[in-house]
């Protein structure tokens, strides 16, 4: 718990060093995008100023001014007509002028909660002018009435309207209110155990229902609710240490932004809670981990650092929508790397959803540190590895992943990480951190090095990708290699020399036709099948019998 405190105490100083050294704007504020920055950033240099124990960065007093400053030009920009549909709300981007930026209802969500955990913490600390725009508002929050919506979807929005009722319940002792944000906890916390997070691995929406909940721990003072917000968060952080891997999150997930893609940039609030891997910098949406903790269950903390044991995770999801059938997840980890993701794919918000990956622990390489493979769809732009097209199957099986998609008609793109790689004609071997890997493209392909990463592309047309990790010492010795004797050089030439002849067998050869498959048999010794026909339901088998779903757990 020390530990996590004095962690929680670097990355809001860290927040609060960077936002003092940053020069203001003619508007008052450090940059015109995302309001919710400035707020953030104020926040944190206005508690390292008011910590007498913080090495604070500048003048206590001249950086509190500043901050204070920073935050009475935010909550200005608040509609405060109480006749407005949008009363109560900000804008979000300010760009060319905050003034005339249109308003927008998704500051308050988080911001709200925020907002009032703030005041309930350094309300004593404010100055009266801001002490009385911090009250007016939280007022003009309270009477938007933004957040009474029932409980219908299970997501990040309304996770945050539930702790908006309980928050604004407590503050204005509004037993009514209060009473609806318990039932809606409640029923998200039965949600959640019985049928799993509708959005899936949602980043960096994950971590607006983290803050949400640990706003209502902290400031909300009846039992009931404190025991069901730690009940979530237990629930919540059991979930994001099953996909946990140095500071990577591991598998495939509803949407990911380029601060978490192809590399993880969104780690503040898994570096207070694991502290395994080094803050990066710049910190990108550090938003308010460097204030919030809720330490996680000790079964979680084990299970994520201590992967000395492999493990499979098997889920069943139930994402949002209506009529929308049930997705599956699977995750294989071990010590060094993690392989897996979703089974089906699916057209989500922004067409976000990162179907698939092999994942490797932030510490093991700089630049990227995960392989995938997609087909570009709607929303792609070079640079960018997101964005897929519908269709292409999957299979997935410990340490090998395996993809095919007979129709990429807008080409292929992927992402291999750095490290030593070895190019052959339709198989490449790389070995990174004591992990080794095997891929083998099917299809016109090629990798071009950069700065943080290879990036792939492929011709439009049809293409298939087998790719397997292993642990570089159990490799060597289910190979025959004599890993001892030669240097990691040399240990990768051996094993893509081994791995050639293990090349996967494919069927349809051609660009087009129904048939599509590939057969492989990992160095485990298990025999994958996966074709892609015409039918409606792909062929899936492991060691001969057609893959079971029904072993999928459901719930998180």
Same mark, same amino acid.
């Given at each position: 718990m020390t530990e996590m405190k004095s962690r929680l105490a670097e990355v809001r100083l860290k927040t609060a060093a960077a936002a003092w050294s940053e020069p203001l704007l003619d508007s008052g504020l450090w940059n015109h995008g995302d309001i919710r920055n400035n707020f953030y950033a104020a926040s944190a240099l206005f508690a390292i100023c008011c910590d007498p124990?913080?090495?604070? !960065? $500048?003048?206590?007093?001249?950086?509190?001014?500043?901050?204070?400053? =920073?935050?009475?030009?935010?909550?200005?920009?608040?509609?405060?007509?109480?006749?407005s549909p949008t009363y109560g709300h900000w804008p979000l981007g300010l760009h060319p002028e905050p003034r005339l930026a249109p308003i927008n209802p998704l500051p308050a969500e988080l911001m709200g909660c925020l907002l009032i955990w703030f005041a309930d913490r350094y309300g004593e600390e404010m100055g009266p002018s801001l002490a009385q725009a911090v009250d007016t508002a939280i007022d003009r929050l309270y009477g #938007?009435?933004?957040? &009474? =919506?029932?409980? &219908? +979807?299970?997501?990040?929005?309304?996770?945050?309207? +539930?702790?908006?009722?309980?928050?604004?319940?407590? *503050? /204005?002792?509004?037993?009514?209110? *209060?009473?609806?944000?318990l039932h809606?906890?409640?029923? +998200? @916390?039965? &949600?959640?155990?019985?049928?799993?997070?509708?959005?899936?691995?949602?980043? !960096? %929406?994950?971590?607006?229902?983290?803050?949400?909940?640990? $706003?209502?721990?902290?400031? =909300?003072?009846?039992?009931?609710?404190?025991?069901?917000?730690?009940? @979530? @968060?237990?629930?919540? %952080? +059991?979930?994001?240490? *099953?996909h946990y891997l140095g500071g990577a999150w591991a598998g495939g997930r509803m949407r990911s932004l380029p601060a978490d893609l192809p590399r993880d940039g969104n780690v503040a609030f898994d570096y207070v809670q694991f502290g395994d891997f080094a803050l990066p910098d710049p910190? !990108? &949406?550090v938003e308010y981990a460097g204030f919030l903790l809720h330490v996680a269950p000790a079964s979680a903390r084990r299970e994520a650092l201590d992967r000395s044991a492999t493990a499979e995770t098997k889920r069943r999801i139930h994402p949002v929508g209506?009529?929308?059938? !049930?997705?599956? #997840? /699977?995750?294989?980890?071990?010590?060094?790397?993690?392989?897996?993701?979703?089974?089906?794919?699916?057209?989500?918000?922004?067409?976000?959803?990162?179907?698939?990956?092999v994942t490797l622990p932030l510490s093991a390489v700089e630049g990227a540190n995960r392989l995938y493979f997609f087909p570009r769809g709607e929303g792609y732009s070079p640079g960018d590895p997101r964005h897929a097209s519908d269709g292409g199957e999957? @299979?997935?099986h410990r340490g090998t992943a395996i993809a095919l998609y007979p129709k990429a008609g807008d080409g292929i793109a992927g992402v291999l990480p750095k490290g030593e790689w070895i190019f052959r004609e339709s198989a490449w071997f790389g070995c990174a951190s004591g992990v080794l890997l095997a891929v083998y493209p099917f299809g016109d392909c090629k990798a071009v090095e950069s700065a943080s990463r290879f990036n792939c592309e492929g011709a439009p047309g049809r293409h298939g990708f087998v790719v397997e990790a292993a642990d570089a010492a159990q490799a060597a010795k289910r190979l025959g290699i004599v890993a001892q004797s030669i240097d990691s050089k040399g240990l990768l030439r051996a094993y893509g020399d081994r791995m050639e002849g293990r090349r996967p067998s494919w069927t349809g050869e051609g660009s087009s036709g129904d048939a599509f498959g590939v057969v492989y048999e990992t160095l485990e010794g298990d025999r994958l099948e996966l074709a892609a026909t015409a039918a409606e339901t792909p062929l *899936?088998?492991?060691?001969?019998?057609?893959l079971d779903l029904a072993d999928y757990a459901e719930g998180i």
């Open positions: 124990e913080a090495e604070a !960065p $500048c003048d206590r007093q001249a950086g509190k001014e500043k901050a204070s400053g =920073v935050l009475l030009t935010v909550l200005s920009l608040q509609d405060g007509d109480p006749g #938007s009435a933004y957040y &009474r =919506v029932a409980q &219908r +979807t299970f997501g990040h929005h309304e996770a945050k309207y +539930t702790a908006a009722k309980l928050l604004l319940g407590e *503050r /204005y002792a509004d037993a009514d209110l *209060r009473e609806a944000g809606d906890l409640r029923l +998200t @916390l039965a &949600r959640v155990r019985e049928q799993g997070m509708a959005e899936y691995g949602a980043l !960096p %929406w994950f971590w607006h229902w983290v803050q949400a909940f640990v $706003c209502v721990k902290d400031v =909300v003072r009846d039992p009931a609710v404190q025991s069901g917000a730690a009940e @979530l @968060l237990d629930a919540l %952080w +059991t979930y994001r240490a *099953r910190l !990108p &949406r209506e009529a929308r059938s !049930p997705l599956h #997840s /699977y995750l294989f980890s071990a010590s060094g790397f993690a392989v897996g993701g979703l089974i089906e794919r699916a057209a989500e918000f922004d067409n976000e959803q990162h179907r698939w990956e999957t @299979l997935y *899936r088998r492991l060691n001969g019998a057609a």
